[in-house]
């Protein structure tokens, strides 16, 4: 069983950063993919930024402003936000692939308000 956990939301004025950590711990074998998504009230979970097959996978919305990072040794994805907007507000959600597995953290929140 592989057991997922974020951390790093909170609330940041607009144009501020947040960063945000993954740890993937458990019986895990070879990761394929480990990513972040995020759901806003009332609409869908969305892809933000994701490692897939050895490249970066980032959504339009955030291209530029966001960056995806991992360390492969602590099994640990980064997510460094900078240049926050207000729509940028979300749970934001980790997924680890192991093993043909999708395992997902439980969320954390992030808050871009003035």
């Known amino acids: 069983q592989v057991q997922v956990v974020e951390s790093g939301g909170g609330l940041v004025q607009p144009g501020g950063s947040l960063r945000l950590s993954c740890t993937a711990s458990?019986?895990?074998?070879?990761?394929?993919?480990m990513g972040w998504y995020r759901q806003a009230p009332g609409k869908e979970r969305e892809l933000v930024a994701r490692f897939i097959s050895g490249t970066i996978r980032y959504s339009n919305s955030v291209q530029g402003r966001f960056t995806i990072s991992r360390d492969n040794a602590k099994n640990t994805v980064y997510l460094q936000m900078n240049s926050l907007k207000p729509e940028d507000t979300a749970v934001y959600y980790c997924?680890?692939?192991?093993?043909?597995?999708?395992?997902w953290g439980q969320g954390t929140q992030v808050t871009v308000s003035s």
């Open positions: 458990g019986r895990i074998f070879n990761i394929n993919t």
């Open positions: 997924c680890v692939n192991s093993a043909g597995y999708n395992t």
